[in-house]
C-alpha cells in the first residue's frame, strides 16, 4: 500500500515558491501562516488572513526602549520558568470578543480603550491553542519561537511590569498583521518569545550542594510588608469600635520593610503600578537584618515581693 503522509511533498512545494509572496508572507512563515489561518477557522469560526510576518531578534534593553505596549499582553510561561509575551491589539481583542459573543466580526473598527482581566480571559485560550497546535503541527528547530511549548499565565499591568519580568536573554519578537473578518479590519499580534534563559541550569555532574542551591533560590517565599510597628495598650484595643483611627507617622509610607520568617529587608516606599499598589526599594543595607521581636509592654513589679539584694553565706 502506498503511503498517504504528504508531508514531504509539502515541504518540497514550499521550499520551491518564491521567497516572497505576493501577501507579504515569506516563504520561511507560510506553514505558520496557515497553521494560525486554520486555527482561527476551526477553534472560532473566524475569518482571519495573514498578511505579513516579521521576526526580530532583540535584547531585553533594546525591546524596553522602542517597544509599543500592546493593549492586552498576556504573559506566556515555559515548563522551564522562561517568561514571553503575546501581545493582541484593540481590533484583534475585539475581533476575539465578538466572534466568541455574538458569533461574527462587526464591519465597523472599535474604539481603543484600557484592557481588563476580562479581556485577558477571552483571548488566552486563542493564544494557548495557538502554541498547541504549534507544537503538533510545525516542523520546529532550535532557531523558531514556536519550538518551545508556552502557556497563558494571565497578563502584564503594563510595560514595566513586562520589562521586570524578562530574562535578560535575546528575545525573538515576532509581529504577525491580520486581516480580520475577510478586509473589515486589520489586526496584530505580537510575540515576544525568550530565546534562551538568563541563568544556565547547573551542569549534572556539579554536585548536590549547586543543584540544592538552585532549587531553595527558585522557591516561592511569602512576604509580608509592615508599614509601622507601635505598642498600644490593651485597654486602648479593647475601646475600639469601627470608624476609630490609628494615626500612622508621615515616614511609615516611604520605610516599609519586607519580611519572611526571620529575616527583613528595605526600606520601601509604598506607590501604584497599574492600578495595584506596588513597593519601590528606596535604599540599601548591607545585609538582610533580624526581625526584631514583637514590641510588649513593660511588666510592672510585684509590690509584693522585694528585692533580694543580700548574697547567701
Do not use: Y
Amino acid at each position: 500500500m502506498a503511503s498517504t503522509d504528504t508531508s514531504p511533498v509539502l515541504r518540497r512545494m514550499l521550499a520551491a515558491a518564491p521567497a516572497q509572496s505576493a501577501s507579504g508572507v515569506a516563504a520561511a512563515f507560510k506553514p505558520f501562516a496557515a497553521m494560525l489561518e486554520k486555527l482561527a477557522d476551526r477553534s472560532l469560526s473566524m475569518p482571519l488572513g495573514v498578511t505579513s510576518v516579521q521576526q526580530a531578534t532583540l535584547s531585553r534593553d533594546a525591546l524596553m526602549q522602542g517597544f509599543e505596549a500592546p493593549v492586552v499582553m498576556l504573559r506566556l510561561r515555559a515548563p522551564d520558568g522562561a517568561i514571553g509575551m503575546a501581545g493582541i491589539c484593540p481590533q484583534l481583542r475585539a475581533a476575539l470578543i465578538e466572534v466568541q459573543t455574538t458569533g461574527k466580526i462587526a464591519s465597523t473598527a472599535v474604539s481603543d480603550r484600557p484592557a481588563t482581566d476580562a479581556d485577558a480571559a477571552i483571548c488566552e485560550g486563542f493564544v494557548c491553542d495557538f502554541f498547541t497546535q504549534a507544537q503538533s503541527v510545525l516542523d520546529k528547530s532550535t532557531s523558531d519561537p514556536w519550538a518551545k511549548q508556552f502557556t497563558t499565565d494571565g497578563r502584564f499591568a503594563g510595560l514595566r511590569a513586562l520589562g521586570l519580568a524578562l530574562d535578560d536573554s535575546p528575545l525573538a519578537h515576532l509581529t504577525v498583521h491580520l486581516d480580520l473578518g475577510q478586509g473589515a479590519r486589520q489586526g496584530v499580534l505580537r510575540l515576544l518569545i525568550p530565546q534562551a534563559r538568563g541563568r544556565a541550569p547547573a551542569a549534572p555532574n556539579a554536585g548536590w550542594k549547586t543543584a540544592l542551591n538552585d532549587a531553595v533560590q527558585d522557591a516561592p517565599v511569602p512576604l509580608t510588608a509592615v508599614l509601622h510597628r507601635r505598642v498600644v495598650p490593651l485597654s486602648d484595643i479593647e475601646g475600639m469600635s469601627v470608624g476609630d483611627l490609628l494615626t500612622l507617622p508621615r515616614s511609615a509610607a516611604s520605610s516599609i520593610t519586607l519580611e519572611s520568617s526571620d529575616t527583613r529587608t528595605g526600606p520601601f516606599k509604598l506607590g501604584q503600578i497599574g492600578g495595584q499598589k506596588a513597593l519601590r526599594r528606596v535604599a540599601d543595607i548591607p545585609d538582610p537584618q533580624p526581625v526584631p521581636p514583637e514590641p510588649r509592654l513593660a511588666e510592672p513589679a510585684d509590690p509584693g515581693v522585694a528585692p533580694d539584694n543580700h548574697d547567701t553565706v
